[in-house]
Nanobody
Framework: QVQLVESGGGLVQAGGSLRLSCAAS????????MGWFRQAPGKEREFVGG????????YYADSVKGRFTISRDNAKNTVNLQMNSLKAEDTAVYYC?????????????????WGQGTQVTVSS
């Protein structure tokens, strides 16, 4: 069992930065691939990026590539999402999720545990 709690969301102007964190409970955190998803009002949840258990495999959605960076610290049971050059279209609720898959998976149904989400609002 893994419990996930996101933090770091907020309101930022376009072009600004935010750093989201996801704190995980449970001794098996280091065995999970971790992903970040987001959901904007009226839209489906979409994959943002993911990182494998040992950080050897990192994958980003095209829409955030070059602007967002995922990292994890297995000793601290945390995964972070650094978001730079934010755009209005990045506005959404952001979720972290844990998957038992060995490699990063972009499909939400492959994730076993989810956080409650944190709101990110980018004003233009």
């Amino acid at each position: 069992q893994v419990q996930l709690v996101e933090s770091g969301g907020g309101l930022v102007q376009a072009g600004g930065s935010l750093r989201l964190s996801c704190a995980a409970s449970g001794r098996t955190f280091s065995t999970y691939a971790m992903g970040w998803f987001r959901q904007a009002p009226g839209k489906e949840r979409e994959f943002v990026g993911g990182i494998s258990w040992n950080s050897g495999n990192i994958y980003y959605a095209d829409s955030v590539k070059g602007r967002f960076t995922i990292s994890r610290d297995n000793a601290k049971n945390t995964v972070n999402l650094q978001m730079n050059s934010l755009k209005a279209e990045d506005t959404a609720v952001y979720y972290c999720a844990a998957s038992k898959w060995v490699v990063v998976t972009t499909t939400s149904r492959n994730y076993d545990y989810w956080g409650q989400g944190t709101q990110v609002t980018v004003s233009s």
